[in-house]
Structure formats: structure tokens, C-alpha cells
């Protein structure tokens, strides 16, 4: 039935787009993305947007820029329909998008902005560097004006992130003490998020903080997905924020209740923030992320295999033959992705376990590509 609708939406509203006003156009932009996402939860959106009707709405928009004067609502809602889509507009549609909100930046709501950086962070598109220097100006208003919502927090710490962009030391200051001050409020993903996000950037964060988000996670570790606390637990090890022994025998214990659930780059995020414990971690715990890595394996890229290689060394861990081979045919098949950084860890692995037989084809193939200057 919304296939059928969307439809027939598609072809009344096409002639009508070169007319339509910047709300209108919101309108039918949004509907798209809102029947798409009413599919059956786990079900493949049969709601698709024909390539003329997007060109057709692209087309309308830009020169809504010019003459229509949309509004930072609609601004922001265009960009956030557009990322959701997945439809990445030309260069020339993007410049234009700029100047046009760049225009309207000091009438935007906290939820315009975060959903406009959420946006072009998704696209990839990295903004103009005055534009987004506006930008954070004008959140760090609103967040002066109004503690921004759990959400807004969330969508503009993983967008800086994914930009490569870390504010100055104010801002940052800042932003932790509203999400400080919101906490209760977070859902497990925003938080992982947040704590993603100071991580990438190397922040310095507020122990304060780094101590509630534990309490945070002790007090509601059934509401996290498995690869949520894999994030979490990553993040403050990462910012010097090591989780107490109880709370990783505990947030570990919930990750192997959803092992299904974990993806390769979870399960290397688990070994890494247990190889990084500043005490030893009871052995039972390495051979149950063994084993579930040894599982997916062949799903790992290289730097995820990086991470786990590393991550042994640091335990000074032998793993079984078996995971070594797996780990070896894993790590040949990616030996085209692998960084300096990543080769070196794979080296690590090969001294510390004293297995160099299981890995000589890697090691052979790695060197003649003289993607590492390391000496094995």
C-alpha cells in the first residue's frame, strides 16, 4: 500500500515541483523518507524515489535558494531527508546549500543545526570551514540560551567527529557540561555516541563526566545493544575513563548474551578495551572474545585485525592454533588494506606468540609490498 502511495504521490507531484514553495517542497521530500521508513520493522523498503523525481525535486530546491528563501527549518529538513535517502547532491547544489543556511544560521533551532552537521557528516560532504565555525557559534548560543536535547548533543558530537573537526577547548567545555547536565535523559546510543565522539577527537574529558556515563551504564546495561557497549567500553578506556572491573565483567557478560548481534569492528573494540585494562582481565575473558572473534573472522577488515593483534600482545595472550589460522587466512586476504600501523601490529602478534610458521605467507607477502618499514 505506501509502495502504491508513494507512487502516485511521485507522479502528481512531479509537474508540480518546479512551482512548489520551499514548504511544499519539505513536505514531499519528507514523505518520501516517512514511507520508507514505514516498512515492517527488519523488512527491505519497497518505497523507492525514481531517479527523474529526485532530479526534478534537486532541481526545484536550487533555485528555491535564489528566489524562494526557504527557511532554516526547511533547510535543515531538506539536507536530513536527503542524507536518510542516502542522495548526495552535486557540488553546485551543496555551495548553494551552504550560503542559503549560512544566511538563515542565527533563526535555527538546535534540532536545524545538529540535524544540518548530522547531515553533511553523513553525505561525507565536509562544510566550509566559516560556515561551520558559524555553526558551532550559533549551537554554543542555543546551549547558553537552552540545554539542548540528548539527541541534538548526540548527532553534532558524532558529526564533528566524522568531519575530523574539534572545537576549541570553551566549546568543549561546554558541551560536556550539557551533557553532563542532560545525562538522565540520554538513550544508550547517544551516549555511546558522545563518548565516540570525544574519543575520535582525542578530547580531554571531565572526569566528572566520565564517571557518570559508568554509572550510566552500570544502572542501565540491559537497555545497551551489544556493539553500544562495545563503543562505550572503547571510548573511556580511550579517554582515560578505565571502567571498573565489575562494570566490564558485567558489560561483557551482556555482549556475549547478544553475540549475534556484535559485528566485527564490536568484537574488536571489546578486545581492545580488555587488552588496555590497567589490570589483568581474568583469562575466561580473552578465550570468550577468542572464540567469538574466531567465528567472524573472515568478516574482519584490516584495521579491525590490527586492533586485535595488538590488543594479544598487550595480554601477552597465546591463542590457540586453530585461532591463529584463522587469524592468518583473514589477515592474507586483507594484506592489500593494511596501513604501516596495521602491519606492525600484525607483526607484534607474529613475534609475541612465537608462531611465525603460522603467519610466514602474511609476513612474506606483507614485506614484499614494502608496506612496512618495520623489521620482523
Known amino acids: 500500500v505506501l509502495s502504491q502511495l508513494a507512487e502516485l504521490l511521485q507522479a502528481a507531484s512531479l509537474p508540480l515541483l518546479p512551482s512548489a514553495a520551499a514548504a511544499e517542497l519539505s513536505i514531499l521530500l519528507w514523505s518520501q523518507v516517512s514511507m520508507s521508513d514505514g516498512q515492517t520493522a527488519g523488512q527491505t523498503s519497497s518505497v523507492t524515489t525514481p531517479r527523474p523525481w529526485m532530479e526534478a525535486w534537486l532541481a526545484a530546491s536550487k533555485?528555491?535558494?535564489?528566489?524562494?528563501?526557504?527557511?532554516?527549518?526547511?533547510?535543515?529538513?531538506?539536507?536530513?531527508?536527503?542524507?536518510?535517502?542516502?542522495?548526495?547532491?552535486?557540488?553546485?547544489?551543496?555551495?548553494?546549500?551552504?550560503?542559503?543556511?549560512?544566511?538563515?544560521?542565527?533563526?535555527?533551532?538546535?534540532?536545524?543545526?545538529?540535524?544540518?552537521?548530522?547531515?553533511?557528516?553523513?553525505?561525507?560532504?565536509?562544510?566550509?570551514?566559516?560556515?561551520?565555525?558559524?555553526?558551532?557559534?550559533?549551537?554554543?548560543?542555543?546551549?547558553?540560551?537552552?540545554?539542548?536535547?540528548?539527541?541534538?548533543?548526540?548527532?553534532?558530537?558524532?558529526?564533528?567527529?566524522?568531519?575530523?573537526?574539534?572545537?576549541?577547548?570553551?566549546?568543549?567545555?561546554?558541551?560536556?557540561?550539557?551533557?553532563?547536565?542532560?545525562?538522565?535523559?540520554?538513550?544508550?546510543?547517544?551516549?555511546?555516541?558522545?563518548?565516540?565522539?570525544?574519543?575520535?577527537?582525542?578530547?580531554?574529558?571531565?572526569?566528572?563526566?566520565?564517571?557518570?556515563?559508568?554509572?550510566?551504564?552500570?544502572?542501565?546495561?540491559?537497555?545497551?545493544?551489544?556493539?553500544?557497549?562495545?563503543?562505550?567500553?572503547?571510548?573511556?578506556?580511550?579517554?582515560?575513563?578505565?571502567?571498573?572491573?565489575?562494570?566490564?565483567?558485567?558489560?561483557?557478560?551482556?555482549?556475549?548474551?547478544?553475540?549475534?548481534?556484535?559485528?566485527?569492528?564490536?568484537?574488536?573494540?571489546?578486545?581492545?578495551?580488555?587488552?588496555?585494562?590497567?589490570?589483568?582481565?581474568p583469562k575466561a575473558w580473552v578465550v570468550k572474545l577468542l572464540v567469538a572473534t574466531q567465528v567472524r573472522m573472515q568478516g574482519f577488515s584490516a584495521q579491525e585485525l590490527s586492533t586485535l593483534a595488538v590488543s594479544l600482545a598487550r595480554l601477552e595472550y597465546r591463542p590457540p592454533q586453530a585461532w591463529l589460522d584463522s587469524f592468518a587466512a583473514a589477515a592474507a586476504g586483507q594484506m592489500a588494506n593494511f596501513g604501516a600501523q596495521a602491519g606492525c601490529s600484525l607483526g607484534v602478534i607474529c613475534l609475541q606468540t612465537q608462531l611465525r610458521h603460522s603467519c610466514d605467507a602474511v609476513l612474506e607477502c606483507f614485506v614484499s609490498r614494502n608496506s612496512c618499514r618495520c623489521s620482523f
Open 63 to 281: 533555485r528555491s535558494f535564489s528566489f524562494g528563501s526557504p527557511s532554516s527549518r526547511d533547510l535543515a529538513q531538506w539536507l536530513w531527508c536527503l542524507a536518510k535517502r542516502g542522495v548526495r547532491p552535486n557540488g553546485q547544489w551543496l555551495a548553494s546549500f551552504q550560503v542559503a543556511s549560512f544566511r538563515q544560521m542565527a533563526s535555527a533551532s538546535s534540532q536545524d543545526l545538529s540535524n544540518m552537521l548530522w547531515a553533511l557528516a553523513t553525505l561525507g560532504t565536509p562544510p566550509d570551514p566559516a560556515w561551520l565555525q558559524q555553526h558551532l557559534r550559533e549551537f554554543g548560543r542555543r546551549q547558553a540560551q537552552r540545554s539542548p536535547l540528548p539527541q541534538h548533543l548526540s548527532n553534532v558530537g558524532w558529526a564533528l567527529a566524522k568531519l575530523s573537526h574539534r572545537p576549541d577547548r570553551d566549546w568543549l567545555a561546554k558541551y560536556q557540561e550539557d551533557v553532563l547536565m542532560a545525562l538522565p535523559k540520554f538513550r544508550p546510543q547517544e551516549i555511546s555516541n558522545v563518548l565516540w565522539a570525544l574519543a575520535v577527537l582525542n578530547c580531554k574529558a571531565e572526569q566528572a563526566l566520565l564517571k557518570q556515563c559508568q554509572a550510566y551504564m552500570a544502572a542501565r546495561l540491559p537497555s545497551f545493544k551489544a556493539n553500544e557497549v562495545a563503543v562505550g567500553l572503547w571510548a573511556l578506556a580511550r579517554l582515560r575513563g578505565q571502567p571498573e572491573l565489575r562494570l566490564m565483567g558485567a558489560a561483557l557478560q551482556h555482549c556475549f548474551s547478544q553475540a549475534r548481534q556484535l559485528t566485527p569492528k564490536g568484537l574488536s573494540l571489546l578486545m581492545w578495551s580488555v587488552g588496555n585494562m590497567t589490570t589483568p582481565p
